[in-house]
């Protein structure tokens, strides 16, 4: 089994005093560019990892004071809170106060103490979700274990296991020792495979023992469809794609055979308490989320919705963090009313969104009609994004659909982030373009979310080394670069400066006649 | 020289009565979806195409009763008019209308009889343009002309011919003659290599002959940077990235060279005459459209916006067509504000955006930075979106990059078209949304942007034939498939159905208890 390890071209991985992991881009120009970085020890210069071993826990670790959303209520700064606070560069106060509000939440299971703490809340920069895991048709462990450090790698915040086929436990346990990110997962994979894929025969005991087998490994946090209730599904009969989520689906399946409410619902305080032992965050799954653009906002929808806001409140009273998860397919007019409404129903609790793909008519593109979606739902206030691979629809994503999506989504949520304002996010923006303009080519690659894609591509018109430090580039060819002319025009304007300078006029430039 | 000919997989080319050309997607349930098609005889069933002769020319275009809005004010509905209204599946009298206001533009010189009737404005589909043309770097003739049929084939409403290198007048009569759709040029540029590179030597007249000549020749739209002024100059003198508008840069620095106003501006009113006699279409160029974020909605840009509604006044009072170039480079929050002023400034006249990209951080993915920016300003009302590539800031777009650009582009402009509620749009997204749903596989991959990838990502995973029909995919497997799931709730919700009719309850499903 083997992963990929070494530090991002351009690039070497630093430590701050308190431990926050930074990739430091290494400028032309002498300085240097700190960037947020999620990729875990298997960038740092001398990297020796050990699969079998798994990474080294974090110190500091409690186990027994309750939940961070506890803690947060309680006044306390916990140690995940200070570095957050480094990571985002926020105050410590400002992290601890959304969190105590339930508006963020740090997804970090003490069973898990691999994990690096990160928040997911809209004060904060819009993290991503990469989904993996091996289905009954394809796929293996070391497979997936490569591909979690993979999407790491190129900036996924958190993975997600969905793993469906044999041997889930132990591809979860490779994946949770050395995983340096929040891991989640839907128990309810679990639970069916442990009933041979018959859905009517779940229970509720089955699935509660899973959740706790899961807790005891170290998820971090877990997407429970307990919002899909009995009288939802006669909404969903209309429909053009009817239930698109498979833990709806599964839920809707045992519902109509037993003719009961949900288990999942009716049993949600007992779910609370064992989460809260963990600390393990609520993902609550909208098993009714549209799959089409034409089943987007519908009733079926927004009544779910409801349900997660009375959720939402339950698992507050019991201390457990919470977050819901969004659509899905949604046509660009009408996304921005699913922050609204999430919003209002559940208590500012952290929107967790698929997409939203905004075109169904691109399949092998997904990440594209998601990516426009996704940036659009976080600019409104979305606080995590789920990628959606181009592969979506059609197979299982392979490890260049992974980073295909990955990518893909780390331009939604930092095209989100300066929509918001947020400051690192501009900055970034400016350096890279400040190198663009100044033609400091290898500074322009390192700076970017994919240096070695940039770079590939110059190379294949280009390859020359001196075009690194060329002022022109093949698009335009020496002659008809304009930023080389606006550099000589800025030379010319500096003289005419000066010779202004010299006369005393008051007029800058002379207009014309 | 060799072209990609044949139709698109699942597909055949059909005419109507009106010679309207339609993609024919023939679904497997035995009906058939038509689609609005760019790309010519060379989808025809039996295609005979002879590069060296061109395409036929169609029949009835009129030479001497000016230009199409001078006709459309008229009162007339021309030939190009009725073509367009069956296409769009839009009444005459509205493109009629839309015309006469200066809403929409129809570019169809009288010299380019090869051309299929298009029209550009917001109340019709949006549409894309793909970007071609040789440097002086690196591209040859043959290359050229393949990828505009090829970015047709994928569906470029338009093509720009860029090309910088040797040869500018040969290549374009090659693309001109073999291109079913209108095709733009930028004249400064051949007028640049007339005088050697160098900007400062350029005249009125040197660009006045390149002007006829290229209309002469057929070309449909012409970029003209004539709303840089030298009083705008130096609003751009504290930018982070200057001016990057090939055709802003160059007349910026024949300004400062001759401390004069530009050409382009003075001589407005005689350009305007040589247009109309061929009815060619003004695409006002954004000579100072912002370079990067940073730059976005800046004193320097919004200036020569005004200057491009004087301009746009000036143009329409001669009875020639216009449309206005917009950014660019532009964070999310700030792209509408682009629309409004454009259309508040130049009377509404079609805008014609370049993306715009909405972070500068990820080179080598610009199509998806910028397709998110596309998908939003198109949405506000934008006309016509010019394509970016993967490539774009990098290098050259090959073969591959211009498809990427292409279906990017075609995402957003569907995304956008979706959101502002046009019919065809719904339904086409209902009928793949279907098939994805009845498993129809052979479906869904034909109604797709691009049918040979879904199919190739498809097989990717599962190979076989029988998978085609198979009511479930790899992501999930048989057991979790919540299609298949909710395919036997809807089968179990028809025997409540019926057992309700008998029992004669008034409750569709009976409620939890």
Known sequence: MTVSVGSISGSSKVYTEGG??????????????DLYDTSGP????????????????????????????????????????????EREGMPAELVRDEVARGRAVIPANHHHPECEPMIIGKAFAVKINANIGNSAVTSSIA???????WATRWGADTIMDLSTGADIHTTREWILRNSPVPVGTVPIYQALEKVNGDPTTLTWEIYRDTVIE?????????????????????????????????GGSIMAAWMLAHHRESFLYERFGDLCDILARYDVTFSLGDGLRPGSIADANDAAQFAELETLGELTKIAKAHGVQVMI??????????????????????????????????????????????????????????????????????????????????????????????????????????????????????????????????????????????????????????????????????????????????????VYLPLSS
Chains 1, 2 share one sequence.
Request: hydrophobic share 40%.
């Open 20 to 33: 926050v992991p930074l990739r430091r881009v290494h400028l032309t120009t002498g300085e240097h560019f």
């Open 42 to 85: 298997y960038t740092d210069d001398n990297a020796t990892i050990d699969l079998e071993k798994g990474l080294a826990p974090r110190a500091g670790v409690v186990r027994d004071k309750g939940t961070q959303l506890q803690r947060a209520r309680a006044g306390e700064i916990t140690a995940e809170m200070a570095f957050i606070a």
């Open 143 to 149: 497979e997936e274990v490569d591909k979690m450090v």
């Open 214 to 246: 899961q807790c005891e490994q170290g998820v971090d946090y877990m997407t429970v469809h307990a919002g899909v209730l009995l009288r939802y599904i006669p909404l969903t009969v209309k429909r053009v794609t009817g239930i698109v989520s498979r």
């Open 325 to 506: 998860e969004g659509p899905g397919h949604v046509p660009m007019h009408k996304i921005v009313e699913n922050v609204r409404l999430e919003e209002e129903l559940c208590d500012e609790a952290p929107f967790y969104t698929l997409g939203p793909l905004a075109t169904d008519i691109a399949p092998g593109y997904d990440h594209i009609t998601s990516a426009i979606g996704a940036a659009i739902i976080a600019q409104a206030g979305t606080a995590m994004l789920c990628y959606v691979t181009p592969k979506e629809h059609l197979g299982l994503p392979d490890r260049k659909d992974v980073k295909d999506g990955v990518i893909a989504y780390k331009i939604a949520a930092h095209a989100a982030d300066l929509a918001k304002g947020h400051p690192r996010a501009q900055e970034r923006d400016d350096a890279l373009s400040k190198a663009r303009f100044e033609f400091r080519w290898h500074d322009q690659f390192a700076l970017s979310l994919d240096p070695d894609t940039a770079r590939e591509f110059h190379d294949q018109t280009l390859p020359a080394e001196p075009a690194k430090t060329a002022h022109f580039c093949s698009m335009c060819g020496p002659k008809f670069c304009s930023m080389r002319i606006t550099q000589d025009i800025r030379d010319a304007m500096d003289q005419k400066s000066l010779e202004f300078a010299e006369q005393g006029n008051r």
